[in-house]
């Protein structure tokens, strides 16, 4: 149903020229987006990031669109100002996968746009329980997969049922957090080396050194090890997000401003871990929350952002989505009788991996 309304509202706005309409009633004064791999082989990735085809449509369309490619900085100074001359997008990538430079930079370099990345130290270090990667690479690589913690079998054997498979372990560790260090044992036993995955997938840190002096690109904390930090204590919540940061100063030597929360969901960040950012010496902090920035006045610690990554996200659904169609949806749909709107928004709302 969410859908089928997205995509008649889309389609009757743009048949009906309406488009302009609904931006200026819905759509936000400015966009973050958020991308984790920017994906060569799309399919046998099993479409969990994004591909270069939707990348590179997306940032053609805002410019085309006439938003303006900024920092996530200057973004956030235009807003204070209540500039309204022009729509700002700001685009993030989470992890620092070695694919955001090989084949998401020359598409940014062409378009002349700015870009940050949120890297977590243990992914440059190799030790970061990068257990969405462990994940994949045991069901594409399995026509059957046991995870014992879940106390499920699942029977992968193409394409379509493997990405159901690996939806259903996502979802279960993102109800607890803590699920996530139960899998160790399940890939000890595939032979799935999570360090091997790190230096598979991840800049090390002299490629980041080198990403770090373009000057397109500009360089967040995404804490130390990538856990959730409301699973840890004050202590050690306070120590992932200045020990990452020091890590990254020194290793760059460049100031380190702007942080990611990892998973970024209302589980995973709250008040506490705004405070502890901002006592850190953040200047800011993104999340998973899914909307756009409205203007004025916000929180500067609790940014939310638009996701680009996985097979539900089309070129018809992230333009519906930043022309103010979707909002438009989610109001429809907030007039459907209860069973049928809390069925659609939790689809909404459903988070990412990392």
């Not at 819905?26 to 991308?35: K, P, S």
């Not at 729509?87 to 598409?107: E, K, M, Q």
């Not at 306070?238 to 890590?247: H, K």
């Amino acid at each position: 149903m969410r859908q089928l309304i997205k995509h008649s509202l889309f389609y009757g706005a743009k048949g009906l020229g309406l488009l302009s309409t609904c931006r200026r009633l819905f759509a936000g004064r400015a966009v973050i987006l958020m991308f984790h791999e920017i994906q060569r082989d799309y399919r046998s990735e099993l479409m969990t990031g994004a591909s270069v085809e939707i990348f590179e449509f997306l940032v053609d369309w805002l410019q085309r669109e006439g938003w303006v490619i900024v920092s996530l900085q200057e973004c956030l100074e235009r807003l204070a100002e209540d500039d309204r001359s022009r729509r700002y997008a700001v685009i993030t990538f989470d992890d620092g996968y070695r694919d955001n430079v090989s084949v998401a930079l020359p598409i940014l370099e062409r378009h002349n746009a700015p870009f940050t990345v949120y890297v977590p130290t243990d992914a440059l270090n190799r030790t970061m329980h990068c257990w969405w990667l462990g994940v994949r690479e045991l069901i594409r690589s399995r026509e059957e997969v046991t995870i014992d913690a879940m106390g499920a079998r699942l029977r992968c054997p193409d394409e379509r049922r493997k990405r159901a498979a690996l939806g259903k372990v996502r979802d279960w560790v993102h109800q607890d957090y803590k699920r996530a260090a139960l899998l160790a044992a399940t890939f000890e036993r595939a032979g799935i080396s999570t360090s091997a995955l790190n230096d598979r997938y991840f800049l090390d840190p002299r490629e980041l050194q080198r990403l770090s002096r373009h000057p397109l690109a500009l360089v967040g904390g995404h804490t130390t090890s990538h856990r959730a930090l409301t699973d840890l204590d004050e202590t050690s919540a306070r120590a992932e997000l200045i020990d990452n940061r020091n890590y990254l100063e020194n290793l760059l030597q460049l100031p380190v401003r702007h942080l990611a929360f990892p998973y970024g969901t209302v589980g995973a960040c709250g008040l506490r871990e705004e405070y502890l950012a901002k006592e850190a010496g953040y200047a800011s902090a993104v999340t998973t929350r899914h909307d756009q920035l409205t203007g004025g006045r916000v929180n500067p610690f609790a940014l939310p952002r638009i996701g680009v990554d996985g097979a539900h996200v089309t070129k018809v659904s992230i333009v519906a989505r930043l022309s103010g169609v979707q909002l438009a949806a989610q109001a429809l749909l907030a007039r459907l009788p209860h069973r049928h709107r809390s069925k659609e928004a939790s689809r909404l709302t459903r988070p990412t991996a990392g």
